[in-house]
């Protein structure tokens, strides 16, 4: 293990990066943000859990303090799959720096945050040994994946243990173009469906002997997609449907098929729910009288964190770091604040994330300094305010 030395957050960032966590990998990423915050005086728990038909997944609880309030720092240390790696300027787990930024898998999505989570915890316990209150750090392996064995089951073993906190920092790369730009204070909800027709297979010179399901399937899809789902509320963009593949499995070009089917996701703001979103859906569909069948397989609900004191608080420190004024969203994809807000207040403030997930992954330095210098004046003002 690397020790965390002056907490530099830059050689914190470069060295995760050199951990090869592409999910469920754990590659050593895990056991050396354990060593790093032993250092720092925290009492920290290496939790493996796994699941039938799913690979175990290592992830990290860890605190210092006995009482509260207590705040959290969330995220990730699994990173999704470099792609051709010949495509790269560098090589993605060798942390290069480049232009003043550090290019390597990872270092938006999320180690650069996740180092800063470190060096501002290391800076503010050396200047407050004797702080009022708790931090706690939940990090998962499985953020990238299926999810199922990570930051979930951390939720779910603390609250066995009565393990519990207040207010949560996810540091999830929410900024589009630039540090500062955008705090996200809740999410869209996520659904999955496959709608699927039965039909009658024949031969397509004999059409009156088959019952093609394909045209009833299109006509579903226009019925589904036609009319949008909501305008929008305070807090979230319209709802949106958006079909994303159409699968017939049929290589005859002489044979009416026997069924068609269509994948389709919903992002769906706070006007529905799991249940709400699924009545939609059949509705739109059931004014056809066709036979059909809709498999739904849902990845959370909408939720938002209202704006509060903490919230102010964070805006105002990036603020005065950056010069910018954050916005408040509840925009972008889904992240493992959902899990998270089940037991406390989330919000999530990371880096820059233009560049997450493609080739040349890479992280400002100045962004990863200016980010520790936020999350460090953020403890200070959740402590001492």
Same mark, same amino acid.
């Given at each position: 293990?690397?020790?965390?030395?002056?907490?530099?957050?830059?050689?914190?960032?470069?060295?995760?990066?050199?951990?090869?966590?592409?999910?469920?990998?754990?590659?050593?990423?895990?056991?050396?943000?354990?060593?790093?915050?032993?250092?720092?005086?925290?009492?920290?728990?290496?939790?493996?859990?796994?699941?039938?038909?799913?690979?175990?997944?290592?992830?990290?609880?860890?605190?210092?303090?006995?009482?509260?309030?207590?705040?959290?720092?969330?995220?990730?240390?699994?990173?999704?799959?470099?792609?051709?790696?010949?495509?790269?300027?560098?090589?993605?787990?060798?942390?290069?720096?480049?232009?003043?930024?550090?290019?390597?898998?990872?270092?938006?999505?999320?180690?650069?945050?996740?180092?800063?989570?470190?060096?501002?915890?290391?800076?503010?316990?050396?200047?407050?040994?004797?702080?009022?209150?708790?931090? $706690?750090?939940?990090?998962?392996?499985?953020?990238?994946?299926? %999810?199922? =064995?990570?930051?979930? +089951?951390? /939720? *779910?073993?603390? #609250?066995?243990?009565?393990?519990?906190?207040?207010?949560?920092?996810?540091?999830?790369?929410?900024?589009?173009?630039?540090?500062?730009?955008?705090?996200?204070?809740?999410?869209?909800?996520?659904?999955?469906?496959?709608?699927?027709?039965? $039909?009658?297979?024949?031969?397509?010179?004999?059409?009156?002997? %088959?019952? =093609?399901?394909?045209? +009833?399937? /299109? *006509?579903?899809? #226009?019925?589904?997609?036609?009319?949008?789902?909501?305008?929008?509320?305070?807090?979230?963009?319209?709802?949106?449907?958006?079909?994303?593949?159409?699968?017939?499995?049929?290589?005859?070009?002489?044979?009416?098929?026997?069924?068609?089917?269509?994948?389709?996701?919903?992002?769906?703001?706070?006007?529905?729910?799991?249940?709400?979103?699924?009545?939609?859906?059949?509705?739109?569909?059931?004014?056809?009288?066709?036979?059909?069948?809709?498999?739904?397989?849902?990845?959370?609900?909408?939720?938002?964190?209202?704006?509060?004191?903490?919230?102010?608080?964070?805006?105002?420190?990036?603020?005065?770091?950056?010069?910018?004024?954050?916005?408040?969203?509840?925009?972008?994809?889904?992240?493992?604040?959902?899990?998270?807000?089940?037991?406390?207040?989330?919000?999530?403030?990371?880096?820059?994330?233009?560049?997450?997930?493609?080739?040349?992954?890479?992280?400002?330095?100045?962004?990863?300094?200016?980010?520790?210098?936020?999350?460090?004046?953020?403890?200070?003002?959740?402590?001492?305010?």
């Amino acid at each position: 293990m690397i020790n965390i030395g002056t907490g530099d957050p830059i050689k914190l960032t470069k060295n995760l990066i050199r951990h090869r966590s592409i999910t469920p990998v754990n590659d050593g990423a895990i056991e050396q943000l354990s060593h790093w915050l032993e250092e720092l005086g925290f009492s920290c728990n290496i939790l493996s859990f796994d699941q039938e038909g799913t690979d175990t997944v290592k992830n990290l609880w860890a605190k210092v303090g006995s009482e509260g309030p207590t705040i959290c720092f969330a995220g990730h240390t699994d990173v999704v799959p470099t792609g051709n790696i010949d495509e790269w300027s560098s090589n993605p787990f060798e942390a290069v720096e480049i232009d003043n930024k550090i290019i390597g898998r990872g270092a938006a999505d999320m180690k650069g945050a996740i180092a800063s989570f470190i060096a501002a915890t290391k800076k503010f316990i050396e200047e407050n040994p004797d702080f009022p209150g708790s931090i $706690g750090f939940i990090i998962t392996g499985d953020e990238e994946g299926c %999810a199922v =064995n990570g930051t979930k +089951k951390i /939720l *779910r073993w603390m #609250e066995k243990k009565n393990l519990t906190f207040d207010d949560c920092i996810v540091g999830e790369p929410t900024n589009p173009s630039y540090l500062g730009e955008m705090i996200k204070i809740g999410r869209r909800g996520s659904v999955n469906g496959i709608i699927t027709v039965e $039909g009658i297979q024949g031969h397509v010179a004999y059409p009156h002997l %088959a019952d =093609n399901p394909i045209p +009833k399937l /299109l *006509r579903i899809l #226009e019925n589904l997609i036609k009319d949008n789902l909501d305008n929008g509320t305070d807090h979230f963009q319209p709802s949106n449907i958006e079909i994303t593949s159409i699968d017939i499995g049929n290589e005859a070009t002489n044979v009416i098929p026997h069924k068609a089917s269509a994948n389709f996701n919903i992002r769906y703001n706070d006007i529905f729910d799991n249940k709400k979103i699924e009545e939609e859906v059949h509705k739109r569909v059931r004014v056809l009288n066709y036979n059909y069948s809709i498999n739904f397989e849902h990845s959370g609900d909408a939720f938002l964190t209202h704006p509060g004191q903490f919230t102010k608080n964070l805006s105002n420190i990036i603020e005065n770091q950056t010069g910018r004024r954050p916005e408040l969203s509840t925009s972008g994809g889904t992240s493992d604040a959902r899990f998270i807000k089940d037991y406390g207040n989330v919000v999530e403030f990371g880096l820059v994330g233009a560049t997450m997930h493609k080739i040349d992954e890479s992280a400002s330095i100045e962004d990863i300094r200016n980010l520790t210098e936020i999350y460090y004046q953020t403890l200070k003002k959740y402590f001492y305010s």
